[in-house]
Protein backbone atom coordinates (compact mmCIF):
# COMPACT_ATOMS: atom_id res chain seq x y z
CA UNK A 1 0.00 0.00 0.00
CA UNK A 2 1.44 3.58 -1.49
CA UNK A 3 0.35 5.86 1.93
CA UNK A 4 0.37 9.92 0.74
CA UNK A 5 3.47 10.68 2.86
CA UNK A 6 5.36 7.86 0.32
CA UNK A 7 3.74 10.07 -2.57
CA UNK A 8 5.09 13.66 -1.02
CA UNK A 9 8.42 12.41 -1.24
CA UNK A 10 7.97 12.37 -4.76
CA UNK A 11 5.64 15.26 -5.00
CA UNK A 12 7.78 17.69 -3.15
CA UNK A 13 7.37 18.18 0.96
CA UNK A 14 7.14 21.75 0.63
CA UNK A 15 7.67 22.84 -2.67
CA UNK A 16 5.93 25.57 -4.73
CA UNK A 17 2.63 24.58 -4.86
CA UNK A 18 2.69 24.38 -0.88
CA UNK A 19 4.27 27.48 -0.49
CA UNK A 20 1.66 28.88 -2.81
CA UNK A 21 -1.13 27.53 -0.80
CA UNK A 22 0.59 27.91 1.80
CA UNK A 23 1.22 31.77 1.38
CA UNK A 24 -2.42 32.53 0.44
CA UNK A 25 -3.74 30.71 3.56
CA UNK A 26 -1.21 32.99 5.69
CA UNK A 27 -3.30 36.16 4.78
CA UNK A 28 -6.16 34.27 6.77
CA UNK A 29 -4.89 35.23 10.17
CA UNK A 30 -4.21 39.08 9.43
CA UNK A 31 -8.03 40.16 9.54
CA UNK A 32 -8.30 37.61 12.99
CA UNK A 33 -6.57 39.62 14.26
CA UNK A 34 -8.83 42.44 14.03
CA UNK A 35 -11.61 40.24 14.64
CA UNK A 36 -10.14 39.19 18.21
CA UNK A 37 -9.25 42.83 19.58
CA UNK A 38 -10.78 45.18 17.88
CA UNK A 39 -12.82 46.10 20.82
CA UNK A 40 -9.74 47.86 21.67
CA UNK A 41 -10.71 50.01 19.36
CA UNK A 42 -14.39 49.82 18.59
CA UNK A 43 -15.47 49.53 22.14
CA UNK A 44 -12.99 51.88 23.27
CA UNK A 45 -14.72 53.68 26.41
CA UNK A 46 -13.97 58.08 26.18
CA UNK A 47 -13.98 60.04 29.31
CA UNK A 48 -17.34 60.95 30.16
CA UNK A 49 -19.71 62.64 32.25
CA UNK A 50 -23.61 63.09 32.82
CA UNK A 51 -25.31 65.53 30.13
CA UNK A 52 -26.45 68.71 31.79
CA UNK A 53 -29.02 70.59 29.38
CA UNK A 54 -29.01 73.88 31.28
CA UNK A 55 -24.65 73.26 30.97
CA UNK A 56 -24.50 73.04 27.64
CA UNK A 57 -26.71 75.93 27.05
CA UNK A 58 -24.46 78.28 29.10
CA UNK A 59 -21.34 76.26 27.61
CA UNK A 60 -22.92 76.70 23.81
CA UNK A 61 -23.40 80.96 24.49
CA UNK A 62 -20.73 81.17 26.22
CA UNK A 63 -18.12 79.07 24.33
CA UNK A 64 -17.08 77.24 27.18
CA UNK A 65 -14.61 73.93 26.24
CA UNK A 66 -16.09 70.98 26.63
CA UNK A 67 -13.76 70.14 29.83
CA UNK A 68 -15.28 73.10 31.38
CA UNK A 69 -18.87 71.01 31.16
CA UNK A 70 -17.05 68.63 33.41
CA UNK A 71 -16.34 71.08 36.15
CA UNK A 72 -20.14 70.63 37.34
CA UNK A 73 -19.95 66.78 37.69
CA UNK A 74 -19.22 65.80 41.70
CA UNK A 75 -16.19 65.05 42.88
CA UNK A 76 -15.80 61.24 44.14
CA UNK A 77 -13.11 59.44 45.77
CA UNK A 78 -11.68 56.62 43.59
CA UNK A 79 -8.47 54.61 43.54
CA UNK A 80 -6.85 57.73 41.70
CA UNK A 81 -7.80 60.34 44.22
CA UNK A 82 -10.43 62.87 43.61
CA UNK A 83 -12.01 62.49 40.41
CA UNK A 84 -14.65 64.18 38.86
CA UNK A 85 -18.00 61.25 38.77
CA UNK A 86 -19.04 60.04 35.54
CA UNK A 87 -21.81 58.96 36.43
CA UNK A 88 -23.52 60.99 38.95
CA UNK A 89 -24.71 64.41 38.56
CA UNK A 90 -25.77 67.50 40.69
CA UNK A 91 -28.96 67.76 41.37
CA UNK A 92 -29.59 71.51 41.17
CA UNK A 93 -30.89 74.11 39.41
CA UNK A 94 -28.15 76.38 38.08
CA UNK A 95 -29.63 79.34 36.28
CA UNK A 96 -30.95 79.61 39.66
CA UNK A 97 -27.22 79.86 40.81
CA UNK A 98 -25.95 83.14 39.70
CA UNK A 99 -23.96 81.21 36.76
CA UNK A 100 -22.08 83.86 34.57
CA UNK A 101 -19.58 83.45 31.28
CA UNK A 102 -16.94 84.91 33.19
CA UNK A 103 -16.96 82.10 35.70
CA UNK A 104 -17.14 78.39 33.78
CA UNK A 105 -17.11 76.81 36.92
CA UNK A 106 -20.10 76.19 40.57
CA UNK A 107 -20.36 79.15 42.20
CA UNK A 108 -21.14 77.19 45.07
CA UNK A 109 -18.89 76.84 48.05
CA UNK A 110 -16.80 73.25 48.79
CA UNK A 111 -18.88 72.84 51.67
CA UNK A 112 -22.41 73.96 49.71
CA UNK A 113 -21.53 71.25 46.99
CA UNK A 114 -20.78 68.75 49.58
CA UNK A 115 -23.77 68.47 50.82
CA UNK A 116 -25.06 69.35 47.57
CA UNK A 117 -27.93 66.82 46.08
CA UNK A 118 -26.87 64.26 43.64
CA UNK A 119 -28.29 61.93 41.11
CA UNK A 120 -27.60 59.56 38.17
CA UNK A 121 -27.24 60.80 34.53
CA UNK A 122 -31.04 61.44 32.91
CA UNK A 123 -30.30 63.31 29.89
CA UNK A 124 -27.17 61.03 28.53
CA UNK A 125 -23.29 61.69 28.96
CA UNK A 126 -20.60 64.07 27.21
CA UNK A 127 -17.93 62.37 25.57
CA UNK A 128 -14.47 63.66 25.18
CA UNK A 129 -13.47 61.44 22.44
CA UNK A 130 -11.47 63.48 19.87
CA UNK A 131 -13.55 62.66 16.90
CA UNK A 132 -13.63 58.53 17.53
CA UNK A 133 -16.90 57.06 17.82
CA UNK A 134 -17.28 53.64 19.46
CA UNK A 135 -20.65 51.71 20.02
CA UNK A 136 -20.13 52.37 23.55
CA UNK A 137 -20.69 55.95 22.87
CA UNK A 138 -23.17 55.41 20.04
CA UNK A 139 -25.52 52.93 22.71
CA UNK A 140 -24.16 54.82 25.71
CA UNK A 141 -22.51 52.16 27.49
CA UNK A 142 -21.64 53.70 30.54
CA UNK A 143 -22.23 53.29 34.14
CA UNK A 144 -24.89 51.29 34.95
CA UNK A 145 -24.65 49.65 31.47
CA UNK A 146 -20.50 49.41 30.89
CA UNK A 147 -20.94 45.36 32.30
CA UNK A 148 -22.49 45.16 28.08
CA UNK A 149 -19.55 46.01 26.76
CA UNK A 150 -18.10 42.96 28.55
CA UNK A 151 -20.57 41.15 26.12
CA UNK A 152 -19.57 42.36 22.73
CA UNK A 153 -15.66 40.27 23.49
CA UNK A 154 -17.75 37.53 24.97
CA UNK A 155 -20.34 37.35 22.57
CA UNK A 156 -17.37 36.40 20.17
CA UNK A 157 -16.03 33.83 22.18
CA UNK A 158 -19.66 31.77 22.35
CA UNK A 159 -18.78 31.83 18.72
CA UNK A 160 -15.32 30.95 18.91
CA UNK A 161 -16.28 27.71 20.86
CA UNK A 162 -19.23 26.36 19.18
CA UNK A 163 -17.61 27.41 15.38
CA UNK A 164 -14.20 25.28 16.40
CA UNK A 165 -16.29 22.23 17.27
CA UNK A 166 -18.89 22.75 14.77
CA UNK A 167 -16.59 23.75 12.01
CA UNK A 168 -14.27 21.06 12.72
CA UNK A 169 -16.89 18.24 12.60
CA UNK A 170 -18.08 20.15 9.22
CA UNK A 171 -14.61 19.68 7.94
CA UNK A 172 -14.48 15.74 8.67
CA UNK A 173 -17.76 15.50 6.94
CA UNK A 174 -17.30 17.79 3.68
CA UNK A 175 -14.05 18.56 3.62
CA UNK A 176 -11.68 20.94 4.24
CA UNK A 177 -11.82 23.47 1.48
CA UNK A 178 -15.74 23.36 1.34
CA UNK A 179 -15.52 24.49 5.13
CA UNK A 180 -13.12 26.80 4.81
CA UNK A 181 -14.83 28.59 2.11
CA UNK A 182 -18.32 28.52 3.91
CA UNK A 183 -16.71 29.92 6.96
CA UNK A 184 -15.97 33.01 5.19
CA UNK A 185 -19.22 33.52 3.20
CA UNK A 186 -20.51 33.63 6.63
CA UNK A 187 -17.61 36.17 7.94
CA UNK A 188 -18.24 38.25 5.23
CA UNK A 189 -22.53 38.07 5.70
CA UNK A 190 -21.84 38.56 9.54
CA UNK A 191 -19.50 40.63 9.42
CA UNK A 192 -21.35 43.69 7.44
CA UNK A 193 -24.74 42.85 9.62
CA UNK A 194 -22.61 43.85 12.08
CA UNK A 195 -21.31 47.06 10.73
CA UNK A 196 -24.65 48.38 10.30
CA UNK A 197 -26.55 46.52 13.24
CA UNK A 198 -29.52 48.64 14.45
CA UNK A 199 -29.01 48.21 18.53
CA UNK A 200 -27.06 46.31 20.57
CA UNK A 201 -29.26 43.22 21.05
CA UNK A 202 -28.74 42.76 17.26
CA UNK A 203 -25.16 43.48 17.08
CA UNK A 204 -24.58 40.56 20.00
CA UNK A 205 -26.18 37.75 17.89
CA UNK A 206 -24.41 38.89 14.60
CA UNK A 207 -21.81 38.89 16.70
CA UNK A 208 -21.70 35.46 17.95
CA UNK A 209 -22.22 34.12 14.42
CA UNK A 210 -19.47 36.36 13.17
CA UNK A 211 -17.04 34.32 15.57
CA UNK A 212 -18.46 31.36 14.33
CA UNK A 213 -17.55 31.46 11.51
CA UNK A 214 -14.33 33.24 12.34
CA UNK A 215 -12.49 30.42 14.18
CA UNK A 216 -13.88 27.78 12.15
CA UNK A 217 -12.32 28.79 8.95
CA UNK A 218 -9.07 29.81 10.54
CA UNK A 219 -8.92 26.09 11.91
CA UNK A 220 -10.28 24.40 8.73
CA UNK A 221 -7.36 26.60 7.16
CA UNK A 222 -4.65 25.31 9.72
CA UNK A 223 -5.89 21.50 9.16
CA UNK A 224 -5.53 21.62 5.29
CA UNK A 225 -1.72 23.36 5.24
CA UNK A 226 -0.94 20.52 7.39
CA UNK A 227 -2.07 18.22 5.55
CA UNK A 228 -0.40 18.90 2.26
CA UNK A 229 3.01 19.54 3.42
CA UNK A 230 5.52 16.70 5.05
CA UNK A 231 5.18 15.44 8.37
CA UNK A 232 8.64 17.68 9.13
CA UNK A 233 7.59 20.77 7.92
CA UNK A 234 4.18 20.79 10.09
CA UNK A 235 5.15 22.54 13.39
CA UNK A 236 7.24 25.02 11.44
CA UNK A 237 4.12 26.04 9.20
CA UNK A 238 1.80 25.81 12.26
CA UNK A 239 3.86 28.29 14.01
CA UNK A 240 4.27 30.86 10.65
CA UNK A 241 0.93 30.33 10.21
CA UNK A 242 -0.15 31.76 14.04
CA UNK A 243 2.30 34.47 13.18
CA UNK A 244 0.90 36.20 10.93
CA UNK A 245 -1.95 36.97 13.52
CA UNK A 246 0.69 39.11 14.79
CA UNK A 247 1.02 40.72 11.58
CA UNK A 248 -2.53 41.91 11.15
CA UNK A 249 -1.68 43.24 15.11
CA UNK A 250 0.35 45.61 13.79
CA UNK A 251 -1.86 46.84 10.92
CA UNK A 252 -4.88 47.11 13.15
CA UNK A 253 -3.55 50.00 14.46
CA UNK A 254 -2.52 52.11 11.00
CA UNK A 255 -6.16 51.13 10.26
CA UNK A 256 -8.07 52.22 13.34
CA UNK A 257 -6.00 55.82 13.09
CA UNK A 258 -7.64 56.27 9.86
CA UNK A 259 -10.47 55.23 10.04
CA UNK A 260 -12.04 56.97 13.87
CA UNK A 261 -16.01 55.29 12.83
CA UNK A 262 -15.86 51.76 14.69
CA UNK A 263 -18.66 51.03 11.65
CA UNK A 264 -16.27 51.49 8.89
CA UNK A 265 -13.60 49.69 11.03
CA UNK A 266 -16.04 46.65 11.10
CA UNK A 267 -16.62 46.62 7.21
CA UNK A 268 -12.61 47.09 6.81
CA UNK A 269 -12.06 44.10 8.97
CA UNK A 270 -14.25 42.10 7.00
CA UNK A 271 -13.54 43.00 3.72
CA UNK A 272 -10.95 40.25 3.70
CA UNK A 273 -13.34 37.36 4.47
CA UNK A 274 -15.38 38.16 1.28
CA UNK A 275 -11.79 38.57 -0.80
CA UNK A 276 -10.71 34.97 0.78
CA UNK A 277 -13.83 33.35 -1.47
CA UNK A 278 -12.11 33.61 -4.37
CA UNK A 279 -9.45 31.03 -2.85
CA UNK A 280 -11.98 28.47 -4.57
CA UNK A 281 -10.05 28.44 -7.54
CA UNK A 282 -6.55 28.70 -6.09
CA UNK A 283 -6.66 26.19 -3.08
CA UNK A 284 -6.93 22.24 -3.86
CA UNK A 285 -9.11 19.96 -1.67
CA UNK A 286 -6.60 17.86 1.24
CA UNK A 287 -5.72 14.65 -0.67
CA UNK A 288 -5.55 12.97 2.50
CA UNK A 289 -9.26 14.06 3.47
CA UNK A 290 -10.18 12.72 0.09
CA UNK A 291 -8.60 9.34 0.96
CA UNK A 292 -10.53 9.02 4.26
CA UNK A 293 -13.77 9.48 1.72
CA UNK A 294 -12.26 6.81 -0.59
CA UNK A 295 -12.32 9.47 -3.49
CA UNK A 296 -8.91 8.32 -4.68
CA UNK A 297 -9.41 9.77 -7.96
CA UNK A 298 -9.59 13.16 -6.97
CA UNK A 299 -7.27 12.94 -4.38
CA UNK A 300 -4.35 10.88 -7.54
CA UNK A 301 -5.62 14.27 -9.70
CA UNK A 302 -4.63 16.82 -6.94
CA UNK A 303 -1.52 15.10 -6.26
CA UNK A 304 -0.69 15.34 -9.52
CA UNK A 305 -1.56 18.89 -9.76
CA UNK A 306 0.92 19.71 -6.80
CA UNK A 307 3.80 17.69 -8.42
CA UNK A 308 3.64 19.18 -11.82
CA UNK A 309 3.66 22.43 -10.27
CA UNK A 310 6.37 21.58 -8.09
CA UNK A 311 8.56 20.12 -11.57
CA UNK A 312 8.41 16.32 -9.68
CA UNK A 313 7.37 13.33 -11.63
CA UNK A 314 5.52 10.32 -9.64
CA UNK A 315 5.78 7.10 -10.33
CA UNK A 316 3.33 4.36 -11.02
CA UNK A 317 2.98 3.65 -6.89
CA UNK A 318 -0.07 6.74 -7.46
CA UNK A 319 -1.78 4.03 -8.64
CA UNK A 320 -2.30 2.48 -4.89
CA UNK A 321 -2.41 5.47 -3.17
CA UNK A 322 -4.42 4.44 0.10
CA UNK A 323 -5.70 5.94 3.22
CA UNK A 324 -2.94 6.21 5.95
CA UNK A 325 -5.17 8.00 8.60
CA UNK A 326 -7.82 5.56 9.16
CA UNK A 327 -7.81 4.29 12.95
CA UNK A 328 -9.23 1.02 14.74
CA UNK A 329 -9.87 2.32 18.04
CA UNK A 330 -13.13 4.82 18.33
CA UNK A 331 -12.24 8.30 20.73
CA UNK A 332 -14.55 9.19 23.42
CA UNK A 333 -14.18 11.81 26.42
CA UNK A 334 -13.68 9.33 28.82
CA UNK A 335 -10.16 8.17 26.88
CA UNK A 336 -8.83 11.76 28.43
CA UNK A 337 -9.52 11.36 32.19
CA UNK A 338 -10.02 7.61 32.40
CA UNK A 339 -6.44 7.07 33.56
CA UNK A 340 -3.55 9.07 36.13
CA UNK A 341 -1.57 10.83 33.45
CA UNK A 342 -4.13 11.19 30.65
CA UNK A 343 -6.33 12.85 33.33
CA UNK A 344 -2.59 14.77 34.42
CA UNK A 345 -2.69 16.06 30.79
CA UNK A 346 -6.00 16.83 30.31
CA UNK A 347 -5.98 18.97 33.38
CA UNK A 348 -2.69 20.80 32.27
CA UNK A 349 -3.40 20.90 29.03
CA UNK A 350 -6.86 22.73 29.80
CA UNK A 351 -6.17 24.86 32.10
CA UNK A 352 -2.77 26.18 29.85
CA UNK A 353 -5.09 26.94 27.04
CA UNK A 354 -7.29 29.01 29.73
CA UNK A 355 -4.53 30.47 31.27
CA UNK A 356 -3.12 31.57 27.43
CA UNK A 357 -6.98 33.09 26.42
CA UNK A 358 -7.36 35.29 29.72
CA UNK A 359 -3.95 36.93 30.07
CA UNK A 360 -3.91 37.25 26.48
CA UNK A 361 -6.79 38.87 25.75
CA UNK A 362 -6.58 41.13 28.73
CA UNK A 363 -3.14 42.55 28.00
CA UNK A 364 -4.52 43.70 24.83
CA UNK A 365 -8.00 45.03 25.76
CA UNK A 366 -6.26 46.46 28.87
CA UNK A 367 -4.32 48.76 26.50
CA UNK A 368 -7.36 50.64 25.64
CA UNK A 369 -8.44 51.36 29.19
CA UNK A 370 -4.74 53.23 30.27
CA UNK A 371 -5.43 56.34 28.96
CA UNK A 372 -2.06 56.82 27.10
CA UNK A 373 -1.91 56.80 23.18
CA UNK A 374 -3.94 53.45 22.48
CA UNK A 375 -2.18 53.37 18.65
CA UNK A 376 1.16 53.69 19.65
CA UNK A 377 0.89 51.23 23.07
CA UNK A 378 -0.90 48.92 20.91
CA UNK A 379 1.83 48.91 17.76
CA UNK A 380 4.78 48.46 20.27
CA UNK A 381 3.07 45.69 22.01
CA UNK A 382 2.10 44.01 18.83
CA UNK A 383 6.09 44.11 17.68
CA UNK A 384 7.03 42.00 20.84
CA UNK A 385 4.78 39.13 19.02
CA UNK A 386 7.43 38.46 16.26
CA UNK A 387 10.30 37.03 18.55
CA UNK A 388 7.74 35.01 20.11
CA UNK A 389 8.22 32.51 16.89
CA UNK A 390 11.57 32.43 16.46
CA UNK A 391 12.39 31.98 19.77
CA UNK A 392 10.09 28.79 19.65
CA UNK A 393 11.81 27.95 16.22
CA UNK A 394 14.78 28.44 17.83
CA UNK A 395 14.41 26.38 21.34
CA UNK A 396 12.14 23.10 21.10
CA UNK A 397 14.95 21.40 19.34
CA UNK A 398 17.65 22.22 21.01
CA UNK A 399 15.97 22.81 24.70
CA UNK A 400 12.42 20.85 24.53
CA UNK A 401 9.15 21.66 25.00
CA UNK A 402 8.44 21.61 28.59
CA UNK A 403 11.21 24.42 29.86
CA UNK A 404 10.51 26.77 27.50
CA UNK A 405 6.66 26.21 27.71
CA UNK A 406 7.13 26.34 31.35
CA UNK A 407 9.56 29.94 31.42
CA UNK A 408 7.24 31.80 28.77
CA UNK A 409 4.56 31.04 31.17
CA UNK A 410 6.89 32.35 34.34
CA UNK A 411 7.98 35.52 32.52
CA UNK A 412 4.49 36.67 31.75
CA UNK A 413 3.42 36.09 35.51
CA UNK A 414 6.41 38.34 36.35
CA UNK A 415 5.89 40.80 34.36
CA UNK A 416 2.45 41.26 35.18
CA UNK A 417 3.04 41.14 38.95
CA UNK A 418 6.17 43.90 38.26
CA UNK A 419 3.64 46.08 36.61
CA UNK A 420 1.61 46.33 38.53
CA UNK A 421 3.98 47.75 41.32
CA UNK A 422 5.66 50.38 38.76
CA UNK A 423 4.76 53.66 39.27
CA UNK A 424 3.56 55.73 36.24
CA UNK A 425 6.01 57.95 36.35
CA UNK A 426 8.55 55.22 34.80
CA UNK A 427 6.58 55.15 31.60
CA UNK A 428 9.41 53.33 29.76
CA UNK A 429 10.22 50.90 32.25
CA UNK A 430 6.83 49.84 32.91
CA UNK A 431 6.35 49.38 28.92
CA UNK A 432 8.96 47.71 28.39
CA UNK A 433 8.33 45.44 31.34
CA UNK A 434 4.62 45.01 30.53
CA UNK A 435 6.32 44.14 26.48
CA UNK A 436 8.00 41.25 27.96
CA UNK A 437 4.94 39.92 29.52
CA UNK A 438 3.55 40.35 26.24
CA UNK A 439 6.15 38.04 24.79
CA UNK A 440 5.81 35.47 27.45
CA UNK A 441 1.94 34.79 26.96
CA UNK A 442 2.83 34.72 23.13
CA UNK A 443 4.98 32.12 23.24
CA UNK A 444 2.95 29.92 25.88
CA UNK A 445 -0.23 30.51 23.26
CA UNK A 446 1.66 29.41 20.20
CA UNK A 447 3.33 26.36 21.94
CA UNK A 448 0.18 24.82 23.76
CA UNK A 449 -0.69 23.84 19.89
CA UNK A 450 1.29 21.84 19.28
CA UNK A 451 2.91 20.28 22.82
CA UNK A 452 -0.93 19.47 23.10
CA UNK A 453 -1.00 17.03 20.06
CA UNK A 454 2.32 15.10 21.19
CA UNK A 455 0.98 14.58 24.68
CA UNK A 456 -1.86 11.80 23.32
CA UNK A 457 -1.87 8.99 21.50
CA UNK A 458 -3.47 8.77 17.82
CA UNK A 459 -6.68 7.52 18.42
CA UNK A 460 -7.44 10.55 20.56
CA UNK A 461 -5.50 13.27 19.60
CA UNK A 462 -7.96 15.18 17.68
CA UNK A 463 -10.36 14.64 19.94
CA UNK A 464 -7.92 15.81 22.73
CA UNK A 465 -6.88 18.92 21.54
CA UNK A 466 -10.50 20.01 20.60
CA UNK A 467 -12.01 19.36 24.44
CA UNK A 468 -8.79 21.74 25.96
CA UNK A 469 -8.83 24.09 23.56
CA UNK A 470 -12.69 24.98 24.41
CA UNK A 471 -10.99 26.46 27.79
CA UNK A 472 -9.43 28.47 25.32
CA UNK A 473 -12.89 30.37 24.92
CA UNK A 474 -13.68 30.01 28.20
CA UNK A 475 -11.38 32.05 29.47
CA UNK A 476 -12.16 34.50 26.10
CA UNK A 477 -15.22 34.80 27.29
CA UNK A 478 -14.29 35.41 30.99
CA UNK A 479 -11.23 37.72 30.10
CA UNK A 480 -13.52 40.71 29.51
CA UNK A 481 -15.59 40.49 32.50
CA UNK A 482 -12.24 39.60 34.64
CA UNK A 483 -10.65 42.96 33.24
CA UNK A 484 -13.12 45.74 33.22
CA UNK A 485 -15.07 44.60 36.77
CA UNK A 486 -11.70 44.46 38.50
CA UNK A 487 -10.19 47.76 36.86
CA UNK A 488 -13.13 49.67 38.43
CA UNK A 489 -11.95 48.62 41.72
CA UNK A 490 -8.17 49.58 41.39
CA UNK A 491 -7.02 50.12 37.51
CA UNK A 492 -3.67 47.16 38.40
CA UNK A 493 -5.92 44.44 39.74
CA UNK A 494 -6.54 42.21 36.76
CA UNK A 495 -2.40 42.41 36.41
CA UNK A 496 -2.38 40.68 40.05
CA UNK A 497 -4.72 38.39 38.82
CA UNK A 498 -3.08 37.31 35.61
CA UNK A 499 0.29 36.84 36.92
CA UNK A 500 -0.71 34.78 39.83
CA UNK A 501 -2.70 32.22 36.92
CA UNK A 502 0.55 32.55 34.95
CA UNK A 503 2.31 31.11 37.58
CA UNK A 504 0.14 28.77 38.65
CA UNK A 505 -0.12 27.22 34.78
CA UNK A 506 3.94 27.22 34.01
CA UNK A 507 4.20 25.64 37.69
CA UNK A 508 1.67 22.56 36.33
CA UNK A 509 3.88 22.84 32.72
CA UNK A 510 6.75 20.97 35.04
CA UNK A 511 4.81 18.37 36.05
CA UNK A 512 4.16 17.15 32.12
CA UNK A 513 7.03 14.79 30.78
CA UNK A 514 9.08 16.18 27.84
CA UNK A 515 8.54 15.51 23.86
CA UNK A 516 11.73 16.49 22.30
CA UNK A 517 12.93 13.14 20.95
CA UNK A 518 9.80 10.94 21.53
CA UNK A 519 7.93 9.06 18.77
CA UNK A 520 4.37 10.66 19.50
CA UNK A 521 2.37 7.56 21.37
CA UNK A 522 -0.07 5.73 19.26
CA UNK A 523 -2.06 4.09 22.36
CA UNK A 524 -3.03 5.28 25.88
CA UNK A 525 -0.45 2.63 27.36
CA UNK A 526 2.28 4.80 25.50
CA UNK A 527 1.55 7.17 28.14
CA UNK A 528 0.82 5.37 30.88
CA UNK A 529 4.02 3.61 30.58
CA UNK A 530 6.78 5.42 28.78
CA UNK A 531 9.71 3.70 29.94
CA UNK A 532 8.41 0.26 29.22
CA UNK A 533 7.27 1.37 25.34
CA UNK A 534 10.70 2.85 25.14
CA UNK A 535 12.42 0.00 26.13
CA UNK A 536 10.39 -2.25 24.74
CA UNK A 537 11.24 -0.18 21.39
CA UNK A 538 15.04 0.01 22.36
CA UNK A 539 15.04 -4.19 22.71
CA UNK A 540 13.62 -4.49 19.02
CA UNK A 541 15.41 -1.99 17.27
CA UNK A 542 18.39 -3.80 19.17
CA UNK A 543 17.59 -6.74 18.00
CA UNK A 544 16.55 -5.77 14.44
CA UNK A 545 20.62 -4.63 14.21
CA UNK A 546 22.09 -7.16 16.34
CA UNK A 547 20.61 -10.58 15.40
CA UNK A 548 21.72 -10.47 11.39
CA UNK A 549 25.10 -9.88 12.68
CA UNK A 550 25.11 -12.64 14.76
CA UNK A 551 23.75 -15.10 12.80
CA UNK A 552 26.16 -13.77 9.94
CA UNK A 553 29.18 -14.26 12.17
CA UNK A 554 28.23 -17.64 14.00
CA UNK A 555 26.50 -19.63 11.59
CA UNK A 556 28.74 -22.60 10.65
CA UNK A 557 29.34 -22.25 6.35
CA UNK A 558 27.14 -24.79 4.48
CA UNK A 559 28.26 -26.31 1.95
CA UNK A 560 26.18 -26.49 -0.90
Known amino acids: MTTFDDILEEAGKFGRSQKRIFGLLCLVSMPWAGVYVGIVFQGFTPEHWCRDSAVSQLRDSCGWSLHDSRNYAPLVNTSAGMQHSQCLRYDLDWNATGLTCDYPAPRLSEEELSVAPTAACKEGWEYDYEGRTSFVTEFDLVCADAWLVDMYQATLNVGFLVGSIAIGYLADRFGRKMSFLMSNLMNGIAGIIVAFAPNYVSLLVFRTLYGFGVKGGWVAGYVLITELVGVEYRRTVGVIYQMFFSVGIL ?81 SFMDLIRTPKMRKHTFILSFNWFTSAVVYQGLIMRLGILGGNVYIDFLISGLVEFPAAFLILFTIERIGRRLPFATANFVAGAACLITAFIPESMFWFRTAVACVGRLGITMTFEMVVFVNTELYPTFVRNLGVSVCSTLCDVGGIVAPFLLYRLAVIWLELPLIIFGAIAFVAGGLVLLLPETRGVPLPETIDDIENPK ?18 DVTTKKEPVDV
Open 251 to 331: ILPLIAYFITDWRWLQVVITAPYICFLSYYWFIPESPRWLLSQNNSRKAVEITEAIAKENKKTLSKNIENLKDDTAVSSTA
Open 532 to 549: KNKGDTLKTQQMENLLPS
